[in-house]
Structure formats: C-alpha cells, structure tokens
Nanobody
Framework: QVHLAESGGGSVQAGGSLTLSCSEP????????MGWFRQAPGKEREPVAI???????ITDDSVKGRFTISRDGAKNTVHLQMNSLKPEDTAVYYC???????????????????WGQGTQVTVSS
C-alpha cells in the first residue's frame, strides 16, 4: 500500500510563490511516476506536472515557465515549485503516484493509482 504525505500549500498574493512536497518513504519499491493534479470548484481534476523515476517530466501548458517539478526517485519524493502564481491557480492540489511505468504523454487522473489527501492553494488578486 502507498500512502502519500503532502506538505506545503496555503494562501499567497498574485505573483507570489509556494512549494508543495509529497513523499512516500516507506514504499517497498520505487514509484514509477509521481506528480500533482489540481481541482478547482466545479471543475475536473487536471494534471499540473508529473515526474517519472527515469527523470522525464510532463508539465501542463498552463503552468509552463512558472511551475517546476523535481523528483528524488530513490526517496519517492516530489516537489512542485510554483512561482508567479495567478488567481486561476487557486485549487486543491493532489499528489498522485503510479507504480507501473507511465507510457502516455498526456496522463489523466485515471492513469494514477494512489492519491494524497489534497492541499489547498489560494491565490488572491
């Protein structure tokens, strides 16, 4: 069983920065893909950024150039550095993980087996 522990999040003004972290140090295997999704009220859960154990990353166009994902594969840990935050970034952010290799370029929530409890990010204008 995989239990994802999230930290970070909170409230910030537009243009500010936040860092989210997620880890699963007790898993008996290296998690293939870890990353972040977000869900705003009334909207679908959408991918933000994903990092694989091989070092590749997938970043949604809406956050490219502002958000950076980094992964410590050996420790099953992933960080999301969020800069130049905008009010439209406001959402609950969920850490997600997948055991088997991720073979698609545009993953959806259905490609991930494990989820964190979610952390709120609020950006005020």
């Amino acid at each position: 069983q995989v239990h994802l522990a999230e930290s970070g999040g909170g409230s910030v003004q537009a243009g500010g920065s936040l860092t989210l972290s997620c880890s699963e140090p007790s898993a008996p295997f290296v998690i293939s893909a870890m990353g972040w999704f977000r869900q705003a009220p009334g909207k679908e859960r959408e991918p933000v950024a994903i990092a694989t154990s091989s070092g590749s990353t997938i970043t949604d166009d809406s956050v490219k150039g502002r958000f950076t994902i980094s992964r410590d594969g050996a420790k099953n840990t992933v960080h999301l550095q969020m800069n130049s935050l905008k009010p439209e970034d406001t959402a609950v952010y969920y850490c997600a993980a997948r055991h088997s290799p991720l073979l698609v370029k545009n993953p959806t929530r259905n490609h991930f087996n494990y989820w964190g409890q979610g952390t709120q990010v609020t950006v005020s204008s």
